[in-house]
């Protein structure tokens, strides 16, 4: 049983506490204090069925896939491609031939820009993307076409984060010359959650041979994400914000793209027949996965898709949502306090950014040093630029300080938050 009180039933009905004892990490204490963590958009705990199943695999079945005839192999290889299935199936990506692993959400968005941006994109050519991006989604991009001498392009947002894509506004940023257009699902800043079907639809009719990309990062882990439902070209998400270890992402994309892509990296498992001059590639989507893979990564990746299924993503988001509106209330209540984003829950994920502003409206605790003093309370939060700079420009702030939720978080944790916030207005007399 972990240290903090579970007092409020949630809504969902969700077993709170049965979750929580599930998570060893939240028995610590930091300062003394029980560990509150709202740092979930950075990277979410483990639970112990996820870190068992790496311990599970390099005690009883460690061995390298897709190589050996050996029994070993043949279970590693088996509980490989059963993840693949599972991430498949999580995100209704129908066939799995469409699921490549990668190291993170990151080399997902650099395999795309190198594979299918340098032979797709040439000079003249324009790649939109928006001013919500995490440099993930940004810095890939920026580095093609300077390469390439094409153009980037950004959709605005509005006062509340959300995207400016009325249909003429959208009209205007879509041409005959844009050849992708690179969004996120949720931004990790705002917590606003894109409309990505319209999106994707709106795109489809203004330029039908537009690239779709859909950053699905801060999603995937929090609502029930339908890559059927919603047809993007690529979509990609990285497994250590959903419960699942470090060091393997997903990028999930249409078969007849992959088919025509060339190879990211290139070595072994890629290939089908070498010769001394020239070699042909693998089938997908091992064409994509040179080198030994994260084999226990993708192992717990799928330990983490299971623990989430048994809790069902509506549940996920429902309690989310829940925290989310309950946190807008409270920060509401705080003197001096401003927050970002939209200010309808329906409208956001977990995720809400602020910061305590003077008289001037200008930011007068550094989140850096609110952040320091929330820790000294046992409360983890994310300050700084949350890799969003260009975004940070545009709200006109240095830097804002984050509280990101997850299943384990709870309302009493909100509590305890806002009163470490007074503290801190308290220490700068404010
Ligand atoms: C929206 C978004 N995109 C991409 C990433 C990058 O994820 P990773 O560092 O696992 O590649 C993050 C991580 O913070 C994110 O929030």
């Given at each position: 049983m972990s240290a903090t009180v579970v007092k409020q039933k949630p809504k969902t009905g969700l077993n709170i506490r049965k979750i929580r004892a599930d998570f060893p990490i939240l028995n610590r204490k930091i300062h003394g204090k029980p560990l509150i963590y709202l740092d979930n958009a950075a990277t979410s705990q483990k639970p112990n069925q996820v870190i068992d199943s790496i311990v599970d695999y390099y005690k009883n079945y460690n061995a390298n896939v897709?190589?050996?005839?050996h029994t070993l192999s043949e279970e590693a290889t088996e509980a490989y491609e059963a993840s693949r299935k599972k991430v498949a199936d999580f995100i209704n990506a129908g066939d799995s031939r469409q699921v490549v692993f990668v190291k993170n959400a990151t080399e997902a968005i650099n395999l795309v820009a190198y594979s299918w941006g340098r032979t797709n994109i040439k000079k003249g050519d324009e790649i939109l993307l928006t001013d919500m991006e995490h440099h993930s989604n940004l810095v890939p991009w920026q580095r093609l076409v300077n390469e390439l001498g094409a153009k980037l392009k950004f959709i605005p947002i509005d006062e509340r984060g959300q995207l400016q894509m009325s249909k003429d506004k959208l009209q205007k940023l879509v041409?005959?010359?844009?050849k992708l257009v690179a969004f996120t699902h949720?931004?990790?800043?705002?917590?606003t959650i894109n409309p990505v079907k319209r999106i994707v639809s709106d795109i489809r009719n203004l330029n039908p041979d537009a690239k779709i990309l859909i950053d699905g990062s801060q999603a995937v882990p929090h609502m029930t994400v339908s890559i059927q439902s919603i047809n993007p070209d690529f979509y990609v998400f990285t497994g250590h914000k959903m419960l699942g270890p470090t060091g393997v992402g997903v990028l999930y994309a249409k078969k007849e793209l992959l088919e025509k892509m060339d190879p990211f990296l290139s070595g072994?498992?890629?290939?089908l027949e070498v010769e001394k001059e020239k070699s042909s590639w693998n089938y997908i989507?091992?064409?994509?996965?040179?080198?030994?893979?994260n084999i226990a990564g993708v192992i717990g990746l799928g330990a983490a898709i299971d623990y989430l299924s048994g809790i069902g993503m509506k549940n996920v988001r429902e309690h989310e949502k829940e925290l989310t509106i309950y946190a807008l209330e409270e920060l509401a209540r705080v003197n001096n306090l401003v927050t970002y984003g939209p200010e309808d829950a329906e409208r956001r994920g977990g995720v809400v950014s602020f910061n305590i502003v003077n008289e001037k409206g200008k930011v007068a605790i550094h989140p850096h040093d609110l952040a320091s003093i929330l820790d000294s309370e046992g409360v983890a939060t994310r300050s700084g630029h949350h890799c969003a700079q260009p975004l940070m420009k545009v709200l006109d702030i240095p830097a804002a300080a984050r509280i990101s939720f997850y299943i384990y978080n709870t309302k009493e944790e909100i509590d305890i938050l806002i009163t470490a916030i007074e503290k801190a207005k308290k220490i700068f007399r404010l």
């Open positions: 897709h190589r050996g005839v041409t005959s010359k844009t949720v931004s990790n800043v705002l917590g072994g498992e890629m290939i989507p091992w064409k994509f996965e040179a080198g030994t893979p």
